[in-house]
Structures are given as C-alpha cells and as structure tokens.
C-alpha cells in the first residue's frame, strides 16, 4: 500500500519517512513526542474555547497518531484525522481501542479530502505541520477549501526566528534531544504575518494570534503574547455572501 500519494502530492517523502519511525512511541509521554504531549492540553484548550466541540465536524490535517484527534472527540467532536504516514494512522487507529473512542482515520491529503468533502467541516485543525510541507500555501488553500462558510481554522506552528531556531532546533534537538536531529528545517518556519497573507489569499480571515510558551525541564505549556517560538492562530471563513 502506498504511504505517500502521487509526486503531485504536497508532500516530502523524507518527512513521512521521519515521523513513521516515531509512530511506535507516539503515545509514549517520555517519548519522542513529548512537547506534542507537553503542548496538547493547550492547544485543547485554545479550540474549546473558541468552538463548541459537541457534535462538531471537525478535520485534524496532518494528525500523526491523534494527540489532538482524540481529545476532541473525548469533547464531543465528530473528528476526521489525515495524515500521508501510513504508520502514524496504524498507531491512531490501534489507540482507539484503548481510549474508547471513535475518529475516522485516513491517509489521505488536504487536497484529496478538499476534493471529497468541500466546505465539509465546522473546524479544521492543522498543528504542527504546514513547516513540514513543501508549498504551505496550497495546503492553506486545501484548510479553506475543507472548511463550512463561517467554519474556523485552528494551526500551529514555529515562527522564523532566531529565539526559535534556538529553542526548537539547538534546545530541542541538539542540547536536550528531545526531538530526532533533522526534525525541523529553519528556512521553513513562517512568521505570523507571512503566514497571515497565506491565510488572506485563501479567504480566510485572521481572528487570533497567540504564543505558546513551552518549559521543556518541568514540561509545562501556556499561553502568552510571546510569539516569537511556537504560535497558535485561528481564522475564520466569511459566511456565506460576505467577502474576505
Ligand atoms: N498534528 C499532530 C502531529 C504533528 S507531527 C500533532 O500536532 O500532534 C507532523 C505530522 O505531519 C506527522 O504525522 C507527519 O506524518 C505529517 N505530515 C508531514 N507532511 C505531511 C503532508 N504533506 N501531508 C499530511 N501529513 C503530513
């Protein structure tokens, strides 16, 4: 079976490759995914308290083993979780059973899913994933294409600088090893505000900004105005008959 769909596909082979190996320890806390666990209370919170979660539908593009997927279908969520590695979508699945939930795992791409179910979605999350494609703004135009008029788009992701080339490559990577070295690409980190025009040409109007502060050594996570590390956003789509 396929991992990656065609060449055509907004995807870096490399990177299923990277996060397919991570899949076995996903759910492992002490893990390699231990600031996606460390994070995942936060950006919970962040979507909880700007969408009632109860009978929502909601994608989670890029969703690697379900952190996210999960909790929002604890919250009463109708979830949708993506991913193009065909091994963290094993390990999403296979983890229902011990959670007792139920979210509709896929591999398949924002494209592909944009195309099945236009305007599908209430809310669409995508965390931790656009610096990890080769064209972020196609895959911004595919978050919009998923989501309802007046749907909201949660992402988060490291901004462009040098605070956060420090702590997410040098500190995560290098100094603490936290993460597997290679994991992230500094020249693909984007800014709020380049990451805000991509948004505005997809249609989509920007609610919200907030840092996501993150202390690696008591492992705590919240949020704050410094965006200048991690950041989390929300936008909205206009409702029908109104232009962005
Ligand atoms: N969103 C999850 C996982 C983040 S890790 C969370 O925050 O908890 C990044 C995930 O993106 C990995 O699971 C990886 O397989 C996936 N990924 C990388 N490139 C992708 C692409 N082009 N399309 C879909 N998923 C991709």
Known sequence: MPTVADAHANVSPEEIARFGQLAARWWDPDGESRPLHDLNPVRAAY???????RGARVADVGCGGGLLSEVLARAGANVTGIDLGQKVIDIARLHLHESNLSVD??????AELAAAEPAGFDAVCCME???HVPDPAALVNDLAALLKPGGLLFMSTLNRTPAAFGAAILGAEYVMRLLPRGTHHYAQFLKPSELGRLLRRAGLALEDVAGLGYNPLNRKA???RFTAVNYLLSARKPAAGISA
């Open 47 to 53: 979507v909880a308290a700007r969408l009632d979660l």
């Open 105 to 110: 795992y896929r591999v398949q791409s924002s």
């Open 129 to 131: 994933l656009i610096e």
């Open 222 to 224: 919240w949020l704050s």
